[in-house]
């Protein structure tokens, strides 16, 4: 697979648990949850955390066509606030994710690519390579939902580019949507932060204060959460693991002009004899306590 995020704290759980149950071509990085100079440093940053040498592309450093918008009242102003970061090692490979994903998935068929972030990076590589829709062995994205996170209706890694989003969903390709339905299921309570803190090295105890720092806004502002939701570590478990999710084909379009529904992910539920035919395996559930197992083994590997 190749992962493509804007590290962000459940991104870094993400590569780390890629980097534990896949064969990670590539990490590519977007500009998101803070601009693209601190994503990629972040993503380089968790990767030296676990040695690893996988290469590291920089893509795109702002929507197709919406203003850029980062997540730092979620991430803070660096993307990844609330430990001790090293410096990396080393800078990114190169500055051009688009290419490096083009030319992997023509070289190695059946790449799967895993966006995490918006979809910008994703969409131009589609957009400048039509084969590789059919090269590819799918898209399994964290984003969207039945309900949003900076909307009602928008969820952010959708709602920070919808024009990329919709090339993405219309791509006619195999797609899979971890969105908020399942994504808030993945919590980081606060005994799955003290399993992680129990675990003794460096990498825990980062991710332990990444995961406490992350916790507190979601626990501030929401009614019914005791963690930050993990999201992105799902759209990688639903292909390594995907026996502890719930799953099932829909059709989803994506909303990019309404006022109150821009970056919508509008998935047709009307159980007719005919449905509209499925683009989409939609997430659903998760089964959550050994999902987090999962995590906390890939931390435990790496320490
Ligand atoms: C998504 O937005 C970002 O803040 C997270 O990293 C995740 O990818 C959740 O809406
Ligand atoms: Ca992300």
Excluded at 117 to 136: E, W, Y
Excluded at 153 to 171: G, K, M, S, T
Excluded at 222 to 235: F, K, L, S
Aim: hydrophobic fraction near 45%; charged fraction near 20%.
């Amino acid at each position: 697979m190749i992962v493509d995020c804007d590290p962000g704290h459940d991104d870094a759980m993400a590569l780390v648990v890629a980097a534990r149950h896949a064969d990670v071509l590539g990490v590519t990085t977007v500009a998101g949850n803070a601009p693209l100079h601190s994503t990629t440093r972040n993503a380089r940053i968790v990767l030296d955390l676990i040695g690893s040498k996988i290469p590291v592309h920089s893509g795109a450093s702002r929507p197709l066509v919406a203003p850029p918008h980062d997540a730092s009242h979620v991430h803070g102003k660096s993307g990844l606030d609330g430990a001790d970061l090293p410096e990396p090692s080393r800078g990114p490979e190169s500055e051009n994710a688009i290419a490096f994903i083009i030319e992997t998935c023509r070289a190695n068929e059946g790449v799967w690519l895993v966006p995490i972030g918006p979809l910008t990076n994703i969409a131009l590589a589609l957009r400048a390579a039509p084969d590789l829709g059919s090269r590819i062995a799918g898209i399994s994205l964290m984003g969207g939902g039945t309900f949003g996170n900076v909307t009602a209706a928008a969820e952010f890694n959708v709602w920070a580019d919808p024009e990329a989003a919709d090339i993405v969903f219309r791509y006619g390709g195999k797609l899979m949507m971890s969105g908020l339905d399942v994504t808030h299921q993945l919590q980081a309570t606060p005994s799955r932060l003290a399993r992680i803190r129990e675990i003794p090295g460096q990498l825990p105890k980062v991710l332990a204060d990444l995961l406490a720092f992350y916790s507190k806004s979601y626990i501030n502002s929401h009614r019914d959460m005791t963690g930050a939701a993990v999201h992105d570590p799902c759209a990688v478990l639903a292909l390594t693991h995907p026996h502890l999710f719930s799953i099932s084909p829909e059709h989803v379009a994506l909303e990019s002009h309404g006022e109150h529904t821009r970056g919508m992910t509008l998935i047709d539920r009307r159980q007719y004899s005919k449905p509209v035919a499925p683009n989409c395996d939609v997430v659903w559930g998760v089964d959550d306590e050994p999902a987090f197992d999962v995590l906390i083994e890939a931390i435990q590997f790496f320490a």
